[in-house]
């Protein structure tokens, strides 16, 4: 086990007490509001980095290909999915690929359809490429949340939808969908002519009892999918990580590969790649570590819920390091909740509006973080809420 207890000192801008306040109106709350983490990377890429910086030497170099074939490894060995190295597209992050692939693949004011609560910057990264957003709200059922397939067939027919933009596992509410979830949500796609675009950044933080199933791992997909991976939410590389399309399809690798190499958006940093192919190649450890940890953190969220604070629901998650926090019982307003949250328990979550209209109510919490930070931060809510 790795120090995952350490926590640096940083500028970083979950700190940062200018976002603090912008974001959260707040800038002395304890931190756990951004999808990034607090502990120190695996040891191999630190080293990977400290090997790269005494070498001293920054001219043109291409690392990319190994790159791509350490994911193509990574993939076989703990999903059993084939990848051909030669069809990913390297951009610098998921959300430049999916920026990239918008535009490849769709035309200006075709509807994008998205699951609410869903990661915010999905709005936006659709918005901001003048597509239309199609949200198709998650609902429960079951006692956890699920995709309303009547809803989204509904909008299917009357809509111009070109692309499903699907979060696997989601964030926020921490699903990881099951086999027979996305097999009718690929069938509908079919139906339907719609490219499902998959957003598997989270894929590798997945707990015991879930499987993690990519859209490339269904047979009958090859016509529509490009799926996208990082390591940056694996790996804790936020700040030096890659975004990583793929497709099986060469009409679409050729669009979006055009479009990405016309905007020289494929030239990433050697440091980055030297950094991410120490992750795949020599990470493993570390990230079966960390999903211990986290899973043990969300056993003893759920039990200090049940027991302590059971005006607080929670859904427990599949997946992500993210949980997804339902205040609704305490009927109050969203500005009175903000006001509990961060002024009376100086605790700073993301807001729950910010993921979906329907949810002022709930916060999102990373809890990538020391078990003692995420024990101290459930305390200072308790005892805000015991006033
Ligand atoms: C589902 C999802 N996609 C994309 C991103 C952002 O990825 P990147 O920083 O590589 O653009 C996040 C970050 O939280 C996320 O949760």
């Given at each position: 086990?790795?120090?995952?207890?350490?926590?640096?000192?940083?500028?970083?801008?979950?700190?940062?007490?200018?976002?603090?306040?912008?974001?959260?109106?707040?800038?002395?709350?304890?931190?756990?509001?951004?999808?990034?983490?607090?502990?120190?990377?695996?040891?191999?890429?630190?080293?990977?980095l400290?090997d790269i910086v005494a070498r001293g030497v920054y001219a043109y170099e291409d690392?990319?290909?190994?790159?791509?074939?350490?994911?193509?490894?990574?993939?076989?060995?703990?999903?059993?999915?084939?990848?051909?190295?030669?069809?990913?597209?390297?951009?610098?992050?998921?959300?430049?690929?999916?920026?990239?692939?918008?535009?490849?693949?769709?035309?200006?004011?075709?509807?994008?359809?998205?699951?609410?609560?869903?990661?915010?910057?999905?709005?936006?990264?659709?918005?901001?490429?003048?597509?239309?957003?199609?949200?198709?709200?998650?609902?429960?059922?079951?006692?956890?949340?699920?995709?309303?397939?009547?809803?989204?067939?509904?909008?299917?027919?009357?809509?111009?939808?070109?692309?499903?933009?699907?979060?696997?596992?989601?964030?926020?509410?921490?699903?990881?969908?099951?086999?027979?979830?996305?097999?009718?949500?690929?069938?509908?796609?079919?139906?339907?002519?719609?490219?499902?675009?998959?957003?598997?950044?989270?894929?590798?933080?997945?707990?015991?009892?879930?499987?993690?199933?990519?859209?490339?791992?269904?047979?009958?997909?090859?016509?529509?999918?490009?799926?996208?991976?990082?390591?940056?939410?694996?790996?804790?590389?936020?700040?030096?990580?890659?975004?990583?399309?793929?497709?099986?399809?060469?009409?679409?690798?050729?669009?979006?590969?055009?479009?990405?190499?016309?905007?020289?958006?494929?030239?990433?940093g050697a440091l980055s790649a030297y950094?991410?192919?120490?992750?795949?190649?020599?990470?493993?450890?570390?990230?079966?570590?960390?999903?211990?940890?986290?899973?043990?953190?969300?056993?003893?969220?759920?039990?200090?819920?049940?027991?302590?604070?059971?005006?607080?629901?929670?859904?427990?998650?599949?997946?992500?390091?993210?949980?997804?926090?339902?205040?609704?019982?305490?009927?109050?307003?969203?500005?009175?909740?903000?006001?509990?949250?961060?002024?009376?328990?100086?605790?700073?979550?993301?807001?729950?509006?910010?993921?979906?209209?329907?949810?002022?109510?709930?916060?999102?919490?990373?809890?990538?973080?020391?078990?003692?930070?995420?024990?101290?931060?459930?305390?200072?809510?308790?005892?805000?809420?015991?006033?």
């Amino acid at each position: 086990m790795f120090d995952l207890e350490h926590n640096v000192e940083n500028y970083f801008v979950k700190n940062n007490p200018k976002y603090l306040k912008m974001v959260l109106g707040a800038d002395d709350v304890m931190p756990l509001w951004i999808a990034d983490m607090d502990f120190k990377v695996a040891p191999p890429i630190t080293e990977a980095l400290q090997d790269i910086v005494a070498r001293g030497v920054y001219a043109y170099e291409d690392i990319s290909p190994q790159v791509k074939q350490a994911i193509a490894d990574w993939n076989l060995e703990r999903h059993d999915l084939q990848m051909k190295p030669a069809n990913f597209i390297q951009v610098n992050g998921v959300l430049t690929a999916i920026a990239v692939i918008l535009r490849a693949l769709t035309e200006e004011g075709d509807g994008i359809m998205v699951q609410t609560p869903v990661y915010h910057q999905f709005f936006q990264v659709i918005k901001t490429a003048n597509r239309t957003i199609i949200d198709s709200p998650l609902k429960i059922e079951n006692g956890h949340y699920a995709f309303d397939f009547d809803d989204m067939e509904r909008q299917l027919k009357s809509g111009n939808t070109k692309v499903i933009l699907l979060c696997n596992p989601h964030n926020p509410v921490g699903r990881v969908w099951n086999r027979e979830e996305l097999q009718k949500l690929i069938h509908l796609a079919n139906q339907y002519n719609v490219i499902i675009v998959s957003d598997e950044v989270h894929s590798e933080i997945v707990f015991s009892n879930s499987k993690f199933h990519s859209i490339l791992s269904f047979e009958e997909t090859e016509k529509h999918i490009a799926v996208l991976g990082s390591p940056a939410k694996t790996f804790g590389m936020q700040s030096i990580a890659n975004g990583y399309i793929y497709t099986n399809n060469t009409t679409q690798f050729k669009q979006i590969n055009s479009l990405a190499t016309s905007m020289y958006l494929h030239q990433g940093g050697a440091l980055s790649a030297y950094a991410i192919l120490a992750a795949y190649t020599k990470g493993h450890t570390w990230v079966n570590d960390l999903v211990v940890y986290l899973e043990q953190t969300v056993n003893w969220i759920e039990e200090f819920l049940n027991t302590e604070l059971p005006q607080v629901k929670m859904i427990r998650p599949e997946g992500t390091y993210q949980i997804w926090l339902d205040f609704s019982a305490l009927d109050i307003s969203e500005t009175e909740l903000k006001d509990l949250v961060f002024n009376k328990a100086k605790v700073g979550l993301a807001l729950g509006s910010t993921f979906g209209s329907d949810y002022q109510l709930f916060m999102r919490m990373n809890i990538a973080s020391p078990f003692v930070k995420i024990q101290r931060a459930f305390r200072q809510l308790k005892a805000a809420m015991d006033g």
